[in-house]
């Protein structure tokens, strides 16, 4: 159930976007132990992108350099702190391989977490969903 957006510069290979999928999906299924994972990849030209720097100056980089990865992951609330971390390190190191970046501070990792009453699958709620169950955030 859980879904991971990747929005980052564009130029993945095709190859490379099938490996980055592979093993965010993965990444997923070990966190939350939940079937039906999606990860989607969004691509952005350099000249769609900006950034503020990393210091305190003020700094902003507006269509000069490409887009800083960012990926949103939309999952239950309720996984334990020791997974969560253990995701987004994984995440974060998937995704800098992909892009070939060496400062993780570079990725911009969110974990939006929904209680099951706002998400539905397969026409229910998944806290009255018959087919849901996740021993991960139980």
Avoid: W
């Avoid at 952005?44 to 350099?65: C, F, P, R, W």
């Avoid at 892009?99 to 969110?110: A, F, H, K, S, W």
Wanted: hydrophobic share 35%.
């Amino acid at each position: 159930m859980p879904v991971c957006n990747i929005e980052g510069p564009s130029g993945l290979s095709f190859k490379s976007k099938g490996i980055l999928i592979q093993k965010v999906l993965h990444a997923l299924l070990e966190a939350y132990q939940i079937p039906d994972d999606r990860v989607f990849i969004t691509e952005y030209e350099i000249a769609n992108s900006g950034h503020s720097g990393h210091s305190q100056d003020g700094e902003l980089i507006v269509q000069k350099e490409k887009a800083r990865p960012v990926c949103i992951v939309h999952a239950p609330e309720g996984l334990p702190v020791e997974p969560r971390r253990k995701l987004a390190e994984s995440l974060t190191k998937y995704i800098a391989d992909a892009y070939e970046i060496n400062d993780y501070r570079d990725i911009l990792l969110l974990i939006q977490e929904y209680p099951l009453h706002v998400v539905a699958n397969n026409g229910y709620l998944q806290n009255e969903n018959p087919e849901f169950s996740s021993p991960a955030t139980s």
